[in-house]
């Protein structure tokens, strides 16, 4: 089990209730680390075990490009116990939020090959990268995370920075691309872009609602609600998982997603990249095995 070292008190006891149901049942090694070195040597000794990342989104992120960069992802068995603040690809999995029923689940789940998306630097995404006003809401979010994440509601962090960023938010002109095939081009200036892997992002809220990430297929969403009332309209659509009801929002599946036109930033796992001009996102269908919760399959 890899967890990180610099836990907070919560996220300590939590892994703690966790593993008194673990070792009940199973043989469990806690290597802790803080930088990408210390995982890289927990990785290198872990043999054939099965890998458990214990935190958020971004603990499994970090343990999958690690992986990735070693070219060992694809004979690896992972786990995920889903002690972060969103918990968003967890929650695409199914996977139960409270630490000692998710402990169960690693004990009694299945496995299940998960797709990943990569891009042309060979940088990863488990769950779903999006820019525009989406990753402006997850860098003022970030903040807010981060202040109430003291006083145990850190999951607000995103939807005050979502409210925060549809008061002025970052309109870009794009050209986006499913499989060669142009969805928007840069005459019309969009709000926000997703490309998920995932449903959710920022605990819970569903750019991707219909996205499931072993189905071989990338989810596509472009919200072009560009006016006051409009993205007003959007944002409330999005708090429900509705928004794709919306004209002025475009979906579309595909293998391969390319973004280019003015500058923007991205938001990847929740990690802000930019200002980029253009990036390119593949699929690599079952990439890698997961567990799930389920009976195992014959």
């Not at 995404?125 to 820019?131: D, F, I, Y």
């Not at 840069?186 to 996205?211: F, I, K, Q």
């Not at 990690?271 to 919760?293: H, K, N």
């Amino acid at each position: 089990m890899i967890a990180n070292a610099e836990a907070g008190g919560e996220e300590q006891e939590s892994l703690r209730l966790a593993l008194e149901v673990l070792r009940a049942k199973a043989d469990v090694e806690v290597a802790r680390t803080s930088n990408p070195g210390e995982l890289d040597g927990v990785l290198h000794r872990a043999g054939g075990r099965l890998l458990v990342a214990a935190g958020g989104d971004g603990s499994l992120h970090a343990v999958v490009a690690a992986l990735h960069k070693r070219r060992e992802l694809g004979e690896s068995r992972l786990g995920l116990l889903p002690l972060g603040t969103g918990n968003d690809f967890a929650r695409t999995l199914g996977l139960p939020l409270e630490p000692q029923a998710a402990a169960e689940a690693l004990l009694t789940g299945r496995e299940r090959r998960m797709d990943l998306i990569v891009d042309e630097l060979g940088q990863v995404v488990v769950n779903s990268v999006h820019l525009g006003a989406s990753a402006q809401a997850s860098r003022r979010g970030a903040r807010w995370k981060r202040r109430l994440g003291k006083f145990g509601f850190g999951i607000l962090g995103y939807p005050i920075g979502a409210v925060l960023s549809a008061v002025r938010p970052p309109y870009v002109r794009l050209r986006i691309e499913v499989d060669g095939e142009v969805l928007v081009d840069v005459a019309d200036p969009v709000l926000m872009v997703a490309v998920g892997n995932g449903t959710s992002v920022g605990g819970g809220t569903e750019l991707t609602p219909e996205a499931d990430p072993g189905d071989a297929r990338l989810d596509v969403m472009v919200s072009r609600a560009i006016g006051p009332l409009e993205r007003f309209g959007y944002v409330w659509k999005l708090t429900r998982g509705t928004h794709e009801e919306r004209e002025d929002v475009l979906t579309a599946r595909g293998r391969t997603v390319t973004v280019s036109g003015e500058e923007f930033y991205l938001s990847a796992d929740g990690e802000i990249d930019g200002p980029e001009r253009r990036r390119t996102w593949r699929l690599e269908p079952a990439a890698y095995r997961i567990l799930v919760p389920g009976a195992p399959q014959a």
